[in-house]
C-alpha cells in the first residue's frame, strides 16, 4: 500500500478510542503478485496498527504532567489540555487522553497550524520568554 492510501486509511478508520467498528475496502497492487487487489480492513485492525505510537503520544502526555510545576498542573486541571498538530485530528484522541489523564481536552481550532503559528509568536517574544524556557535535557 502506498503512502496516500495509508493515510486516507487513516483519515477514514484510525481512532484512538473504541468506535463502532467500520469496514473498508482498500485497492493496491500485491507486492507479491504485482497484480491489482482488493482486501477489506477494519476500524479495529488500524487500531492495532497505531496502537505502538499511541501509547507512547500518552507516555509523553503523562511524563510531561508529572514533571509539570504544581501551580500549572492546577490551572491545567481547570483549563484543561489543549491538543494541536495532525494527531489532534485523530478520532477519538481527545476522549483518549482525557481518559488517561482524567483532565478536561479540547482540540485546537487550527491545530494543523498551531505548532507552526505558536513556535513563531514564541521566537518573536524570545527574549521575554527566556526565564521560562528550558532545554530537553533540563527535564
Known amino acids: 500500500m502506498g503512502v496516500r492510501t495509508a493515510e486516507e486509511l487513516k483519515i477514514k478508520l484510525a481512532s484512538a478510542w473504541s468506535t463502532e467498528e467500520v469496514f473498508a475496502e482498500v485497492r493496491g497492487r500485491d507486492l507479491i503478485t504485482g497484480l491489482p487487489k482488493t482486501i477489506v480492513t477494519s476500524t479495529s485492525e488500524i487500531r492495532e496498527a497505531i496502537a505502538e505510537p499511541l501509547s507512547a503520544i500518552l507516555d509523553a502526555v503523562k511524563m510531561t504532567l508529572d514533571v509539570t510545576p504544581p501551580e500549572l498542573a492546577a490551572d491545567i486541571m481547570e483549563k484543561g489540555i489543549m491538543l494541536a498538530g495532525g ?53
Not at 100 to 117: I, Q
Open 87 to 139: 494527531g489532534a485530528l485523530l478520532t477519538g484522541m481527545p476522549e483518549c487522553i482525557a481518559h488517561e489523564t482524567g483532565m478536561p481536552v479540547c482540540v485546537s481550532p487550527n491545530p494543523l497550524h498551531a505548532v507552526a503559528l505558536g513556535s513563531g509568536k514564541s521566537l518573536e517574544a524570545f527574549d521575554s520568554l527566556k526565564g521560562v524556557l528550558f532545554t530537553s535535557t533540563q527535564i
